[in-house]
């Protein structure tokens, strides 16, 4: 299931539209609603939909699926400004002043999670550096 989730969660993806993540669960259902069963479906389902919004959950299947989603946070310096970079490419059409006031909304948000990962294993591996770097970005 895991595997499944990590292989549609961006199967759909545009960067001018606010329902990706819906549009990719329903790609999985409309390829796996023969092969596997419905309770299956549905879950993989929620838990690509899940990633729009990384709200706190006890299923620890998918805490691991959202740490691993924010796991870019906790980059090098390097590869997390390289990131940060293509994320600006990819918001290009948006006016330079918008995008800087929403992208900090959106470090801000994440910054400010206590936690930010819900896992143990990436709460003390990961957590002090993607602290670090998204303060980095608020505070430049």
Do not use: C
């Not at 969660?9 to 001018?16: E, K, L, M, R, W």
């Not at 590869?79 to 002043?97: G, K, L, S």
């Amino acid at each position: 299931m895991i595997h499944l989730q990590s292989r549609f969660h961006d199967a759909v993806y545009d960067p001018q539209a606010k329902d990706n993540e819906l549009k990719s669960a329903e790609l999985l259902e409309q390829y796996l609603v023969q092969d596997l069963p419905v309770d299956i479906v549905g879950k993989i389902k929620r838990w690509i939909v899940a990633t729009q919004k990384h709200a706190s959950t006890d299923e620890l299947d998918l805490q691991f699926l959202l740490d691993i989603d924010l796991a870019i946070l906790a980059a090098s310096p390097e590869r997390f400004a390289e990131y940060e970079e293509q994320i600006q490419q990819e918001y290009a059409w948006v006016d330079p002043d918008v995008y800087s006031i929403k992208r900090k909304e959106v470090l801000a948000h994440f910054y400010q999670a206590e936690p930010l990962y819900q896992t143990e294993y990436f709460q003390k591996n990961f957590e002090q550096r993607a602290k670090g770097s998204l303060k980095n970005l608020l505070y430049l």
